[in-house]
């Protein structure tokens, strides 16, 4: 059994679909304020620093903790969560007709020392989004996107503001369950 510092409901379903046994305890830890002392570092660096702080920061009594956290980077901009309707609509309309790079990381901590760690980014071209569309996408989907970068739950509506993917459909849902599953075999957690 691992233990999963994440209180997202897509890392969940992640690792029940692939039959992982794990306990839910959310990481508290200020990631403003970490990402503030991460100014110029790149967003695979901010991404891997939160996986990991998230790790360490749960005490899993000596199982494996999994840290994991997503950074969304659009035309050089870093972008957190929407902290509200009408800020989620602004991130759509400067996401409109551009590229998103999407940036997961993942990292297991033993005992508050870090074991592994890994980042994936996937590209999602956002097709040209109108204001009538952003007004009935958040409708349908506020506030559940408030809880996701990016605001788009994939494996819903959101797929509707995507042209072309590019990557691995477990990076675009928030962690890189592959190179996960590799960690976790080769610490004895899950079968080889």
Request: hydrophobic residues 50%.
């Amino acid at each position: 059994m691992i233990v999963l510092a994440s209180r997202s409901a897509s890392r969940r379903a992640m690792l029940n679909a692939a039959g992982v046994v794990f306990e839910v305890r959310p990481a508290a830890i200020d990631e403003r304020a970490l990402e503030a002392g991460l100014a110029e570092a790149s967003p695979d660096q901010v991404a891997l620093a939160l996986a990991e702080a998230k790790a360490r920061s749960v005490d899993g009594h000596e199982r494996p903790v999994l840290g994991s956290d997503s950074v969304v980077t659009v035309d050089g901009h870093r972008f957190n969560k929407p902290a509200s309707r009408l800020q989620a609509a602004e991130h759509l309309r400067f996401f409109s007709g551009k590229t998103m790079q999407l940036h997961s990381a993942a990292a297991i901590a033993v005992g508050g020392a870090p074991r592994w760690s890994h980042v994936a980014v996937a590209s999602l071209k956002v097709r040209p989004l109108s204001d009538a569309f952003i007004d009935s996408y958040l409708a349908a989907e506020w506030p559940e996107v408030g809880q996701c970068v990016g605001v788009f739950r994939i494996e819903g509506l959101g797929v509707q503001l995507f042209e072309r993917i590019d990557g691995d459909h477990f990076t675009v849902l928030g962690m890189p369950l592959l190179p996960v599953l590799a960690a976790l075999r080769e610490l004895e957690v899950i079968p080889a």
